[in-house]
């Protein structure tokens, strides 16, 4: 019996440096499993769409798909966008499965990630002191997904004994520049900002302009497409795929 199909999902960007980096950590993937079906998909704004994909893999006789939400907190596209794509997706094909895993979520590697890209950005600003840290993300209106980046951000800083700040993008204060001018104002002079995003696009963008304006001494890039990130993607499928088998 084949083993079911992985769909990668991510939300999508106008910013086709998103897509891109995407399908590079999806092909990431795929070289670590060249025995699966895997492709990438996206919920708006990117292409191929969710639809489009499943489409496809029903014609070529995929009876079972694994969705794997390429998402870092449980907020609304991983609590009502992507159950509501399956079941359209499940109603327009009678008798295919299709489950979906946990999000990619917070993963203690991520950390271990956010280390190199910090190393990059910093080695490329020649800074060689920091005295704290700020953790950017998106942000959401959903309080819980904020909690698990302050949580991890707090994992993060006690790892390199620093003070840390959780910022935000969108929805939710402090952003990335006042979370950088309230380290300034506390006496601190070598702050870097590290990019807990997947991928780039508008909001880490924002996040990197505001930290820069307020003093930080470094931005790192987004997570991106890292072994590390992709094995958690393998993982959750792994999950996913068992959840299928009847019981």
């Not at 399956?86 to 950390?111: K, P």
Request: proline residues 6%; glycine residues 4%.
């Amino acid at each position: 019996m084949a083993a079911p199909a992985l769909v990668a999902l991510a939300h999508g960007s106008r910013d086709p440096r998103s897509a891109a980096t995407i399908k590079a950590l999806v092909a990431e993937v795929k070289a670590m499993r060249p025995d699966l079906r895997i492709e990438t998909a996206f919920l708006d704004l990117s292409k191929p769409s969710f639809d489009t994909v499943v489409d496809r893999l029903v014609k070529a006789g995929h009876d079972e798909i694994v969705v794997v939400p390429l998402l870092l907190t449980e907020a609304y596209h991983a609590k009502v966008d992507v159950p509501e794509a399956i079941a359209a997706a499940m109603a327009r094909h009678e008798g295919v499965r299709i489950q979906a895993s946990r999000i990619l979520g917070m993963e203690a590697a991520f950390l271990e990630v956010l280390d190199v890209r910090l190393r990059e950005a910093l080695k490329a600003a020649r800074v060689r002191e920091l005295d704290a840290l700020v953790l950017a993300a998106a942000g959401s209106s959903d309080p819980l997904a904020n909690q698990a980046v302050a949580r991890i951000a707090r994992t993060w800083g006690a790892r390199h004994r620093l003070p840390v700040t959780a910022a935000f993008a969108s929805a939710a204060p402090p952003a990335a520049g006042e979370a950088v001018r309230a380290f300034r104002s506390a006496g601190k002079r070598h702050i870097a900002v590290a990019s807990f995003f997947l991928a780039p696009g508008r909001l880490p963008d924002r996040a990197t302009e505001l930290a820069f304006e307020a003093g930080a001494v470094a931005v790192s890039d987004p997570l991106g497409a890292h072994p590390a990130v992709a094995r958690a993607v393998l993982a959750r499928y792994a999950v996913g795929a068992v959840e299928l088998v009847p019981v």
